[in-house]
């Protein structure tokens, strides 16, 4: 990116020293590709939220990375750190590092990790994948996330810095798996031994018979990746509090706000802030720290994975139970959700499907499989109430993402306005109630009232395809007519759209 592109995105780029970019939707928004293009301008990339569940892909000529712990910065040549907030796995994270050692990209000089970075550690694992069994779950990815951010909050939590110190590692992992093997004891034994012998628990490596968890044996591998990474291990808040002023900071949000712990849908949500203020937190900042914040928007349809409320889902409950049981039934099987998809579904044509079929339709074209789970993403239209709500916990402009997927389309939908449809609700001073004719422009993000809600649709006549256009006037009047609606109904500043995957497909505004 040149610095006139960089001038439309941050009105004084020269007094911008720190630039966020956080997802508005419930995450998969194409935020790696804007950070890859902001990367040039940036001297440091922060990741500074959540942990392993998050995924990315990365393609350097025909070889194709996909990762969850590296920063997605750190193919730049460029520092790259990993702040406080994140829930850092050790194993992961040595995993991909040597997969880049291995295809002779250099990093070593280039990595910074929190020493406050919260551990995800074995038994985090486990616990997740054991609520995960359950019918009631929330389908997380079962990486550990929610159980080592709750062993932080509930004060019994491992830092990156514990591996440096064998004793300090001992005490306090016993100390944190106290409750947790009474707990573990609890359930059927046969489930604990088939998760414990998954590759995610290193086959078997961490099990014992009597205790769950071979806590020696942890120790042992767990000071060993300590030797090997600490040497990245520093004071990154002081680093970062130094760096202001006089570098250029980029910070990678995780995720998306409507997945935030204290701004989502919660309880489908994972354990940290997504949100601007999250991110600051987690990387050493605080929120008036940071110049240029960018919401990323995909638009005009967009994605959920995993369970919770989404009012625009296309193909309704249908298609959450097919997305969310899918991933159980192919999960270890030798052919995946996507392949399986394609082949059975080759045959979809747009204009003709229902509604179900119309969702994987759009998911096959955008491609909607979650990089880290391979579990599709549930397909839905854009929903400017939840925009509403969640550009109130961000700043600045946003980018819209993925328009060139429906190209070609006879029509699309837009969401202005939820009905509320279900039981008679008290909502602080206001009650809400089909009876009533409850109408909802901004959404309230919990999930009794989400559950009952259906969309308001306006519908646009489609536009044709945009891939190659690469200013405003290049693109079709139909699209424009979208892309201003969206900004007058939800009261946001487009500052970008991405037309397509590759890095010079964007057009900024
Ligand atoms: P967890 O973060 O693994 O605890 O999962 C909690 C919820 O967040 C689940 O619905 C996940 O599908 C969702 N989730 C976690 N990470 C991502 C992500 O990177 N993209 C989209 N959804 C995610």
């Known amino acids: 990116m040149n610095s006139i592109e960089i001038d439309k995105l941050m009105p004084d780029s020269r007094q911008v020293a720190v ?11 194409g935020k790696g590709k ?64 040597e997969v880049l050692g291995k295809a002779g990209l250099p990093w070593r000089e ?37 159980p080592a951010y709750e062993d932080h909050v509930g004060r019994i939590g ?21 409750e947790k093997v009474r707990l573990f004891k609890t359930y059927d034994q046969k489930i604990i031994k088939e998760i414990m012998d998954l590759p995610a628990l290193n086959s078997g490596r961490y099990y014992s018979p009597e205790d769950i968890i071979d806590i020696e044996t942890v ?21 970062i509090k130094e760096s202001l002023y006089h570098k250029k900071i980029l910070l990678e949000g995780a995720q998306g706000t409507m997945l935030s712990i204290d701004h989502g849908t919660y309880p489908y949500v994972t354990s940290s802030d997504c949100s601007l203020a999250g991110l600051a937190k987690g990387a050493g900042l605080m929120e008036n720290d940071i110049g240029v914040c960018l919401g990323i928007v995909k638009a005009p349809y967009m994605t959920r994975v995993g369970r919770g409320p989404f009012p625009t889902e296309i193909g309704g409950n249908s298609s959450a139970s097919w997305c969310n ?37 759009i998911r096959m074209r955008g491609d909607e499989y979650g990089a880290t789970t391979g579990r599709p993403r549930r397909t839905g239209w854009l929903d400017l109430p939840l925009l509403r709500y969640a550009k109130k916990w961000n700043k600045n402009g946003i980018i819209l993402t993925k328009p060139d997927v429906m190209s070609g389309c006879k029509i699309v939908k837009i969401c202005t306005a939820y009905h509320y449809n279900g039981i008679r609700y008290r909502f602080g001073q206001n ?47 139909n699209f424009k007519d979208i892309v201003e609606f969206i900004e007058e109904k939800a009261d946001v500043k487009v500052k970008a759209i991405s037309v397509g995957p590759k890095r010079d497909q964007i057009i900024y505004l």
């Open 219 to 239: 120790v042992k591998d767990y000071a060993s990746y300590g030797k090997q990474l600490s040497y990245m291990i520093h004071d990154t808040d002081s680093f």
């Open 34 to 97: 804007i950070v890859d293009c902001l990367a040039d301008w940036a001297d440091i990339i922060v990741r500074a939220t959540g942990g392993a569940n998050a995924g990315h892909t990365i393609q350097l000529d025909d070889k194709v990375f996909v990762f969850h712990m590296v920063p997605s910065g750190l193919l730049h040549k460029k520092t790259n750190m990993i702040g406080s907030g994140v829930v850092l796995d050790p194993r992961q994270l040595l995993n991909e590092l």
């Open 325 to 361: 049981s899918n991933a159980a039934i192919y999960a270890g099987h030798h052919r995946t959700v996507k392949e399986m998809e394609a082949d059975e579904y080759k045959n979809i044509v747009y204009e003709e499907a229902d509604e179900f079929r119309k969702g994987i339709w």
């Open 110 to 146: 280039y990595l910074k990790i929190a020493y406050n970075a919260k551990l995800v550690l074995p038994h985090h694992i486990l616990l997740d994948h054991l609520r995960e069994t359950e019918d009631d779950c929330l389908g997380t990815t079962k990486r550990g996330i929610g």
């Open 431 to 477: 009650e809400l109630s089909a009876e009533n004719g409850s109408i909802l422009t901004t959404a309230i993000p919990q999930t009794e009232i989400m559950k009952d809600c259906s969309p308001v649709y306006e519908s646009f006549p489609g536009y044709p395809d945009i891939r190659s256009a690469r200013s405003w006037s290049g693109l079709p009047s």
């Open 158 to 178: 491992l830092i990156v810095n514990d591996l440096l110190n064998v004793q300090t590692l001992e005490s306090k992992l016993k100390a944190a798996l106290k």
């Open 19 to 29: 630039v966020a970019v956080v997802c508005l939707q419930w995450g998969d928004t």
